[in-house]
C-alpha cells in the first residue's frame, strides 16, 4: 500500500481514524493521537497484516542523523497507541508484537461507516510536504509541522530539560549525560521570558516511565527537551528535541558532533538553537556568550566532572573528592571559570556545615570567586559563590546582595540564587521580598518545594510567626513522607517546646541526635532543651561532650552557647557567642532567632553582638 496522505479516514475495529488530524472516534468519543503514535499507526495500515520491522519504525519516527535512545523511545510511543485503543500487548486486539522483529496490526480495517466527519481542530497542512526520500521523512515532518504549528499555538513560556540518555551502553559514563544535561539547564536559564525548571526537580525524571504530558503537568512546564548523549573515540555526540508537552508535538530536532575538547561551544550551540526555536529573549551578554566558541582540555573537562559528581554528594568526605579533582582541573587548565565557581562552593560548604573553623576555608572560597570573576564576569554562578562569601562570612549585606542580584540579571532562572537572595532578604527584615523570591524559587523547582527538607523550612516560617499547630503539622507531614529525615525531628522537638510541650519536644529531639550523632548542632538543642525543663545532669552531660569534642576538633561556639544557656548560664553562653563572633561562625547570624537564646535578647551585651553583625532586630 503506498504512504497515507491527506485527508483520508479508515476504520480500524471498532475506531475510525482521521489520518490528518490523528483523531480516533468510537461511540461518539474523540481522542488525539500524538504524533509518533499516529506515525506508528499509520506505517502499520501502509502494511496491514504485515510485519513491520523496528528498524522501519526508526526511519519513520526519527531522522536519519538523529541519535536518539531508540529503544525507549519506540516502546513508549507504541505503549501510548496501545493504551489510545486500549488494547493489550498480552491478548492484542490492534497491535500484535512480533518478539525482536517488529508489529504488525491485526485488526480489521475498511473504509468508515457513513457518519458525519469531524472537522480536525488543527490542519496539520504542512505534514509531509517536501518528502523527497524516505530516509528524511521524519526530519521534514518535524520542520514542516513545527513551523505551522509554531504561527499557530501560544509560545512555550516554561520548559524543563529531561535528563539526557546516556547513549555508550556503558554505566560509568552516566555522569557525562548528567552534566552535559546540567549544562544545557545553565545556558538555557539565562532565557529572560521563559523559565526554566531547575536540575533537582527534572533529575527526579532519570529513567521515568510517565508520559511527557504528565511529567509537563507535574513540573507546570509547556515545552520539554529531550535528547541522548554519545561520547566516544574522543568525540561527543549529542542529540535532542523540544517537544510541546500538553499535546506531545515535536516542533525541533537536531544532532550535534564534536571533538571533546569542544564541547563547551557544542553545549551552548545546542542552548542557541533551542533559544531560537523557543524564540527566546537573552540579554546581549547571554546572547554573546552562546556564540562565543570555547575550547578545553579534555582531561581538566574529565577532572571537572568528577568534582562536580563528588560535590554532589552533599558531605564531607564528597567536598575533599571534590576539591582534589577541581584543583586538577585548573592545574590542567587555569583559565576554566566553572571549575574555580565549584570550589567556592565546597570551600563554602565546608563551613556552612560547621566541619571546620570557617575561617581555614572561605579565604579559600573568596580566592576561588574572585578567580572565577576575573575570568567570566558574565558568570551568575560566580556572582552567586561572591555573595555567599559576603553574606556568610564577611557579613556584608550590601555587597552580598549586590552579588546576587547581578547573578540573577544574568540568569533569571538560577534556582539557588533567588533562594540565598530570600535568605538574605528575610535575615535583612525585608518579608514580603522575601516571599517573592521564595515564590519564584517554588516554580523554579516544584518538586524540591515539596521535599521534607522544603516543608520544614516553610514550617520553621510559621513557627517564626508562632503559628504552633500549623507548623506541628508541617513537620509531622514532612515525617510521614520519610521518617528518617532527622531535622525534621529537631525542629518538630524545638517546635513541641515552643507550644509548651515539653516532653514531647525532648523526645522529637533526642530521636535527631541518634539518627544524626555527630551532628553538633542537634545536640546543642537538645542539651538546651535539658537545661531548660530542668534535666541538669543530662544538659551537663552533653556541654562535657561538646567541650572535650571541641578540643579535638572545631565545635561551633554557638552550639556550647546554646547548652550554657538552657542552663541559665547567662555570662557563659554570652562568652562563647563572642567567641563565635570572632571565628565569624555562621550561626551567630541566627542566634537573635532561635528560640534557645530567648533568654539573652534583654542582655546589653547580647543586642551589642547583634548590632555589630549589622542585622535589624528578628
Request: charged letters at 25%.
Amino acid at each position: 500500500m503506498q504512504a497515507i496522505t491527506g485527508s483520508r479516514s479508515f476504520r480500524i475495529g471498532d475506531f475510525v481514524l482521521d489520518a490528518e488530524s490523528g483523531e480516533l472516534r468510537r461511540n461518539g468519543e474523540k481522542s488525539r493521537l500524538a504524533e509518533q503514535p499516529l506515525q506508528i499507526l499509520l506505517l502499520l495500515l501502509e502494511h496491514r497484516d504485515q510485519l513491520v520491522s523496528r528498524d522501519d519504525l526508526r526511519q519513520r519516527l526519527w531522522p536519519a542523523d538523529t541519535f536518539v535512545d531508540f529503544e525507549t523511545g519506540l516502546n513508549r510511543a507504541v505503549r501510548k497507541l496501545r493504551d489510545a485503543l486500549g488494547d493489550s500487548a498480552d491478548t492484542p486486539s490492534y497491535i500484535e508484537t512480533v518478539p525482536k522483529r517488529g508489529y504488525r496490526l491485526i485488526a480489521e480495517v475498511g473504509e468508515p461507516r457513513r457518519e458525519p466527519a469531524a472537522v480536525p481542530t488543527q490542519r496539520r497542512t504542512l505534514r509531509w510536504i517536501g518528502i523527497a526520500a524516505a530516509v528524511v521523512i521524519a526530519a521534514l515532518v518535524i520542520i514542516a509541522t513545527a513551523r505551522s504549528y509554531s504561527r499557530r499555538q501560544p509560545p512555550i513560556h516554561s520548559i524543563a530539560v529531561l535528563p539526557l540518555a546516556n547513549l555508550s551502553g556503558d554505566p560509568s559514563q552516566e555522569y557525562f549525560a548528567d552534566a552535559m544535561t546540567e549544562a544545557l539547564i545553565t545556558d538555557l536559564a539565562q532565557l529572560r521570558n521563559v523559565t526554566v525548571i531547575s536540575r533537582t526537580s527534572v533529575m527526579a525524571y532519570k529513567r521515568s516511565a510517565k508520559s511527557l504530558p504528565q511529567i509537563a503537568h507535574e513540573l507546570s512546564v509547556d515545552g520539554v527537551v529531550e535528547g541522548g548523549v554519545l561520547r566516544a573515540g574522543g568525540l561527543v555526540r549529542v542529540t535532542a528535541q523540544l517537544i510541546h508537552a500538553p499535546t506531545d508535538h515535536h516542533l525541533w530536532a537536531k544532532s550535534y558532533e564534536r571533538n571533546e575538547s569542544d564541547v563547551v561551544t557544542l553545549q551552548r550551540e545546542l542552548a542557541a538553537s533551542i533559544t531560537e526555536a523557543l524564540r527566546a529573549e537573552l540579554s546581549p551578554e547571554a546572547r554573546a556568550r552562546l556564540h562565543t566558541d570555547s575550547q578545553i582540555d579534555p582531561v581538566a573537562y574529565e577532572f571537572f566532572l568528577k568534582g562536580m559528581t563528588a560535590a554532589g554528594k552533599e558531605n564531607t568526605q564528597g567536598f575533599t573528592e571534590a576539591i582534589a579533582y577541581l584543583s586538577k582541573a585548573v592545574e590542567r587548565q587555569p583559565d576554566f571559570a566553572p571549575a574555580y565557581v565549584e570550589m567556592a562552593h565546597c570551600y563554602s560548604q565546608f563551613a556552612w556545615n560547621g566541619a571546620v573553623a570557617p575561617s581555614e576555608f572561605m579565604g579559600k572560597a573568596r580566592a576561588a570567586a574572585l578567580k572565577a570573576l576575573a575570568i567570566d564576569p558574565a558568570s551568575a554562578d560566580a556572582h552567586v559563590a561572591m555573595g555567599a562569601v559576603f553574606y556568610q562570612y564577611d557579613w556584608d549585606w550590601s555587597r552580598s546582595e549586590q552579588e546576587f542580584r547581578r547573578a540573577l540579571e544574568l540568569n533569571p532562572n538560577h534556582a539557588y540564587g533567588h533562594s540565598a537572595y530570600a535568605t538574605l532578604l528575610r535575615m535583612t527584615g525585608r518579608r514580603e521580598q522575601a516571599k517573592a523570591e521564595l515564590a519564584r524559587v517554588r516554580a523554579l523547582d516544584p518538586l524540591n518545594a515539596k521535599k521534607p527538607a522544603a516543608i520544614v523550612g516553610v514550617a520553621m516560617g510559621l513557627r517564626r510567626q508562632k503559628n504552633y499547630d500549623q507548623a506541628i503539622a508541617e513537620m509531622r507531614k514532612a515525617l510521614q513522607m520519610d521518617p528518617a529525615v532527622a531535622r525534621a525531628h529537631a525542629q518538630l522537638g524545638l517546635t513541641l517546646f515552643a507550644a509548651g510541650k515539653q516532653d514531647e519536644g525532648i523526645n522529637e529531639l533526642e530521636t535527631a541526635v541518634r539518627l544524626a550523632q555527630k551532628n553538633r548542632r542537634f545536640q546543642a538543642n537538645l542539651g538546651w532543651a535539658y537545661g531548660v525543663s530542668g534535666r541538669t545532669a543530662d544538659a551537663r552531660r552533653i556541654l562535657e561532650a561538646l567541650e572535650q569534642r571541641a578540643r579535638q576538633e572545631y565545635v561551633s561556639p554557638v552550639a556550647i552557647a546554646m547548652v550554657h544557656a538552657g542552663l541559665r548560664e547567662n555570662d557563659q553562653a554570652l562568652h562563647w557567642l563572642e567567641q563565635a563572633y570572632e571565628q565569624r561562625d555562621f550561626d551567630l547570624v541566627f542566634a537573635q532567632r532561635w528560640l534557645a537564646f530567648e533568654s539573652l535578647r534583654g542582655e546589653p551585651r547580647f543586642q551589642e553582638l547583634m548590632r555589630r553583625i549589622g542585622l535589624p532586630e528578628a
